[in-house]
């Protein structure tokens, strides 16, 4: 038996190993980076079906696709079908944890939902 100082996100955002039954092979790492460099701009939600917290950024999620369309691409990743893509990262510090690509390049790292929306809103209209 493991403590996870931090939680189940900061072990796995830190790059440490994570089995688990429900893994279903998920997203690679090149098909990521595909993905990353060949859409303008991408928001990536990282979090747990587990998580409560991050139910409630899937409202969030869906009000950006009406406002921005084909805009934004958004990419909702969770730990138990992606625990390597997300370890692979190195960034991940806790649940739920959004990255916001432009061009390939980071633009945007948010850990939890504390005014996320708020801060979500004011990230984009810099960038699109």
């Known amino acids: ?5 931090g939680g189940i996100g900061s072990w796995v955002g830190g790059g440490q190993p994570i089995f688990s039954t429900a893994h279903k092979g998920g ?12 859409n ?8 747990s079906k587990y998580c409560g917290a991050c139910k409630k950024v899937k409202p969030i999620l869906e009000t950006l696709r009406q406002q ?3 805009n934004l691409t958004i990419l909702e990743l969770e730990l138990e079908e992606n625990p390597s893509l997300i370890a692979s990262l190195k960034t991940v510090s806790s649940f ?5 690509y432009k061009d390939g390049k980071t633009v945007l790292k948010k850990a939890g939902i504390q005014e996320l ?3 979500l809103n004011q990230a984009l209209s810099k960038i699109l």
């Open 27 to 38: 997203l690679s790492k090149q098909a990521f980076d595909d993905l990353i460099a060949s």
């Open 68 to 70: 921005h369309g084909n």
């Open 40 to 47: 303008k701009i991408v928001l990536v939600d990282i979090g």
């Open 1 to 5: 038996m493991y403590e996870l100082e």
């Open 96 to 100: 739920p944890y959004l990255i916001l």
């Open 117 to 119: 929306s708020q801060t």
